[in-house]
Protein backbone atom coordinates (compact mmCIF):
# COMPACT_ATOMS: atom_id res chain seq x y z
CA UNK A 1 0.00 0.00 0.00
CA UNK A 2 1.50 3.59 -0.68
CA UNK A 3 1.62 6.01 2.07
CA UNK A 4 -0.08 8.86 1.28
CA UNK A 5 -2.33 10.98 -0.79
CA UNK A 6 1.22 12.26 -2.13
CA UNK A 7 2.51 9.22 -2.92
CA UNK A 8 -1.08 7.94 -4.77
CA UNK A 9 -0.99 11.11 -6.34
CA UNK A 10 2.55 10.76 -7.89
CA UNK A 11 2.08 7.05 -8.91
CA UNK A 12 -1.40 7.18 -10.53
CA UNK A 13 -2.32 10.55 -11.61
CA UNK A 14 1.63 12.46 -12.17
CA UNK A 15 3.10 9.34 -13.54
CA UNK A 16 -0.20 9.08 -15.83
CA UNK A 17 -0.78 5.44 -14.55
CA UNK A 18 -5.15 5.96 -14.51
CA UNK A 19 -5.42 7.32 -17.86
CA UNK A 20 -3.86 4.11 -19.63
CA UNK A 21 -6.25 1.80 -17.43
CA UNK A 22 -9.61 1.22 -19.23
CA UNK A 23 -12.50 -0.47 -18.63
CA UNK A 24 -14.07 -3.12 -17.38
CA UNK A 25 -12.04 -2.89 -14.49
CA UNK A 26 -11.87 -2.75 -10.78
CA UNK A 27 -9.24 -0.60 -8.89
CA UNK A 28 -9.21 -1.53 -5.19
CA UNK A 29 -7.37 1.21 -3.11
CA UNK A 30 -6.38 -0.07 0.25
CA UNK A 31 -4.15 3.09 1.69
CA UNK A 32 -5.31 5.14 4.04
CA UNK A 33 -5.74 8.55 2.37
CA UNK A 34 -7.45 11.82 2.72
CA UNK A 35 -11.45 11.90 2.65
CA UNK A 36 -10.97 14.74 -0.17
CA UNK A 37 -8.66 12.69 -1.98
CA UNK A 38 -10.66 9.63 -2.18
CA UNK A 39 -13.73 11.86 -3.78
CA UNK A 40 -11.60 12.76 -6.10
CA UNK A 41 -10.39 9.58 -7.25
CA UNK A 42 -14.14 8.23 -7.24
CA UNK A 43 -14.93 11.33 -10.00
CA UNK A 44 -11.97 10.34 -11.67
CA UNK A 45 -12.36 6.68 -12.09
CA UNK A 46 -15.88 7.03 -13.13
CA UNK A 47 -15.14 9.55 -15.92
CA UNK A 48 -12.84 6.62 -17.14
CA UNK A 49 -15.71 3.46 -16.57
CA UNK A 50 -13.76 2.10 -13.74
CA UNK A 51 -15.05 1.19 -11.13
CA UNK A 52 -13.43 2.10 -7.51
CA UNK A 53 -13.38 0.46 -4.70
CA UNK A 54 -11.62 2.09 -1.29
CA UNK A 55 -10.91 -0.88 1.07
CA UNK A 56 -8.36 0.20 3.85
CA UNK A 57 -7.59 -2.26 6.47
CA UNK A 58 -7.47 -2.51 10.27
CA UNK A 59 -4.47 -5.15 11.29
CA UNK A 60 -0.83 -5.51 12.04
CA UNK A 61 1.38 -6.99 9.14
CA UNK A 62 1.45 -10.75 10.83
CA UNK A 63 -2.51 -10.40 10.89
CA UNK A 64 -2.14 -9.97 6.87
CA UNK A 65 -0.17 -13.34 6.98
CA UNK A 66 -2.79 -14.89 8.92
CA UNK A 67 -5.73 -13.71 6.62
CA UNK A 68 -7.31 -11.72 9.84
CA UNK A 69 -7.42 -8.31 8.47
CA UNK A 70 -10.66 -6.15 8.70
CA UNK A 71 -11.35 -4.84 5.66
CA UNK A 72 -13.69 -1.42 5.46
CA UNK A 73 -14.66 -1.92 2.10
CA UNK A 74 -17.06 1.33 -0.12
CA UNK A 75 -17.89 1.38 -3.78
CA UNK A 76 -20.51 0.13 -5.81
CA UNK A 77 -21.34 -3.20 -4.21
CA UNK A 78 -21.51 -5.35 -7.65
CA UNK A 79 -17.91 -4.49 -8.23
CA UNK A 80 -17.12 -5.78 -4.22
CA UNK A 81 -18.90 -8.68 -4.66
CA UNK A 82 -16.83 -9.67 -7.76
CA UNK A 83 -13.48 -8.88 -5.77
CA UNK A 84 -14.79 -10.55 -2.63
CA UNK A 85 -12.73 -13.76 -2.89
CA UNK A 86 -9.37 -11.48 -3.16
CA UNK A 87 -11.01 -9.89 0.54
CA UNK A 88 -11.37 -13.56 1.48
CA UNK A 89 -7.45 -14.32 1.28
CA UNK A 90 -6.42 -11.66 3.48
CA UNK A 91 -8.91 -10.72 5.69
CA UNK A 92 -11.39 -12.39 8.65
CA UNK A 93 -14.27 -9.86 7.66
CA UNK A 94 -15.56 -7.16 5.13
CA UNK A 95 -17.26 -4.45 6.65
CA UNK A 96 -19.20 -2.91 3.80
CA UNK A 97 -19.53 0.72 4.14
CA UNK A 98 -22.07 1.68 1.52
CA UNK A 99 -21.38 2.81 -2.06
CA UNK A 100 -19.84 6.14 -1.49
CA UNK A 101 -15.50 5.18 -1.32
CA UNK A 102 -14.52 7.81 0.85
CA UNK A 103 -17.18 6.32 3.35
CA UNK A 104 -14.96 3.57 3.85
CA UNK A 105 -11.45 6.11 4.04
CA UNK A 106 -14.06 8.19 7.36
CA UNK A 107 -14.17 5.17 8.93
CA UNK A 108 -10.78 3.83 8.63
CA UNK A 109 -9.43 7.30 10.13
CA UNK A 110 -11.93 6.83 12.90
CA UNK A 111 -10.59 4.03 13.77
CA UNK A 112 -6.79 4.84 13.72
CA UNK A 113 -7.88 7.36 15.78
CA UNK A 114 -8.90 5.40 18.36
CA UNK A 115 -5.58 3.57 18.28
CA UNK A 116 -3.80 5.98 18.33
CA UNK A 117 -5.90 7.27 21.42
CA UNK A 118 -5.33 4.18 23.08
CA UNK A 119 -1.26 4.25 22.32
CA UNK A 120 -1.77 7.84 24.22
CA UNK A 121 -3.98 6.52 27.32
CA UNK A 122 -1.78 3.39 27.57
CA UNK A 123 1.52 5.48 27.88
CA UNK A 124 0.22 8.12 29.97
CA UNK A 125 -0.99 5.51 32.26
CA UNK A 126 2.20 3.61 32.29
CA UNK A 127 3.78 6.67 33.71
CA UNK A 128 1.62 6.56 36.44
CA UNK A 129 1.90 3.36 37.51
CA UNK A 130 5.80 3.64 37.21
CA UNK A 131 5.94 6.37 39.00
CA UNK A 132 4.07 4.55 42.26
CA UNK A 133 6.67 1.75 41.87
CA UNK A 134 4.88 -0.29 40.09
CA UNK A 135 5.25 -2.41 36.37
CA UNK A 136 3.92 -0.80 33.51
CA UNK A 137 3.77 -4.85 32.02
CA UNK A 138 1.45 -5.34 35.00
CA UNK A 139 -0.67 -2.74 33.64
CA UNK A 140 -0.93 -4.15 30.17
CA UNK A 141 -1.40 -7.84 31.71
CA UNK A 142 -4.12 -6.53 33.72
CA UNK A 143 -6.30 -4.15 31.24
CA UNK A 144 -5.80 -6.43 28.40
CA UNK A 145 -6.71 -9.48 30.45
CA UNK A 146 -10.21 -7.38 31.69
CA UNK A 147 -11.56 -3.97 30.81
CA UNK A 148 -9.62 -3.91 27.52
CA UNK A 149 -9.42 -7.10 25.68
CA UNK A 150 -8.17 -7.22 22.13
CA UNK A 151 -5.24 -6.62 20.15
CA UNK A 152 -4.57 -3.12 20.56
CA UNK A 153 -4.19 -3.40 24.05
CA UNK A 154 -2.13 -6.60 24.27
CA UNK A 155 -0.07 -5.71 21.31
CA UNK A 156 0.74 -2.17 22.02
CA UNK A 157 0.61 -2.52 25.31
CA UNK A 158 3.73 -5.21 25.68
CA UNK A 159 5.74 -2.71 23.35
CA UNK A 160 5.01 0.01 26.11
CA UNK A 161 5.58 -2.66 28.65
CA UNK A 162 9.07 -3.44 27.29
CA UNK A 163 9.74 -0.53 26.00
CA UNK A 164 10.60 -1.94 22.45
CA UNK A 165 9.75 -0.18 19.13
CA UNK A 166 11.61 -1.16 16.94
CA UNK A 167 11.44 -2.87 14.26
CA UNK A 168 8.09 -0.98 14.02
CA UNK A 169 5.18 -2.26 12.57
CA UNK A 170 3.59 1.69 11.70
CA UNK A 171 6.03 4.42 12.34
CA UNK A 172 5.07 7.23 14.68
CA UNK A 173 5.57 9.66 11.34
CA UNK A 174 3.23 8.09 9.86
CA UNK A 175 0.55 7.95 12.70
CA UNK A 176 1.23 12.07 12.60
CA UNK A 177 0.08 11.69 9.27
CA UNK A 178 -3.23 9.72 9.99
CA UNK A 179 -3.98 12.35 12.82
CA UNK A 180 -3.74 14.97 10.43
CA UNK A 181 -6.15 13.31 7.86
CA UNK A 182 -8.18 13.17 10.60
CA UNK A 183 -7.95 16.57 11.49
CA UNK A 184 -8.85 17.38 7.78
CA UNK A 185 -11.81 14.83 7.84
CA UNK A 186 -12.96 17.17 11.22
CA UNK A 187 -12.36 20.41 9.48
CA UNK A 188 -14.48 19.38 6.45
CA UNK A 189 -17.21 18.89 8.44
CA UNK A 190 -17.18 21.35 11.28
CA UNK A 191 -16.02 18.84 14.33
CA UNK A 192 -14.07 19.46 16.96
CA UNK A 193 -11.02 16.85 18.21
CA UNK A 194 -8.99 18.31 20.96
CA UNK A 195 -7.58 15.30 22.06
CA UNK A 196 -6.35 14.35 18.19
CA UNK A 197 -4.46 17.85 18.44
CA UNK A 198 -3.30 16.92 21.66
CA UNK A 199 -2.08 13.62 20.08
CA UNK A 200 -0.27 15.66 17.34
CA UNK A 201 1.88 17.19 19.40
CA UNK A 202 2.87 14.47 20.63
CA UNK A 203 3.82 12.41 17.80
CA UNK A 204 5.57 15.76 16.74
CA UNK A 205 7.55 15.47 19.25
CA UNK A 206 8.75 12.19 18.84
CA UNK A 207 9.43 12.99 15.44
CA UNK A 208 11.51 15.83 16.64
CA UNK A 209 13.56 13.91 19.25
CA UNK A 210 14.51 11.57 15.91
CA UNK A 211 12.00 8.87 17.24
CA UNK A 212 9.67 9.09 14.26
CA UNK A 213 10.67 6.13 12.77
CA UNK A 214 10.25 3.99 15.44
CA UNK A 215 7.03 2.33 16.35
CA UNK A 216 3.58 3.86 17.55
CA UNK A 217 4.39 2.81 21.33
CA UNK A 218 7.06 5.50 21.30
CA UNK A 219 4.30 7.54 22.18
CA UNK A 220 4.94 6.35 25.53
CA UNK A 221 8.71 7.71 25.50
CA UNK A 222 7.21 11.09 24.90
CA UNK A 223 4.85 10.56 27.83
CA UNK A 224 8.19 9.75 30.00
CA UNK A 225 9.87 13.12 28.70
CA UNK A 226 6.50 15.34 29.54
CA UNK A 227 6.88 14.02 33.50
CA UNK A 228 10.58 14.62 34.05
CA UNK A 229 11.24 13.10 37.44
Known amino acids: MLADDKALRAVLLDAGLL ?23 AELHAAQGIDYIAAPVMGRPNMAAAAKLNIMAAGAAQAIDRVQPLFDLIGSKTWRMGDKPSSANAMKLAMNFMLVSAIEAM ?49 AVLGLKDVDLVLAAASQVSVEMPS ?9 DAIDH ?18 PR
Not at 25 to 38: E, G, P, Q, R, Y
Not at 218 to 225: K, M, P, Q, Y
Open 210 to 227: GQGEMDLAVLAEVAERRN
Open 123 to 171: SEAAVLVTRHGLKSADLVELASGTIFPGPVYAGYGALIGERTYEPAAFK
Open 196 to 204: AEMIRAHLQ
Open 19 to 41: KQLKGPLIHINMATISVTFADEL
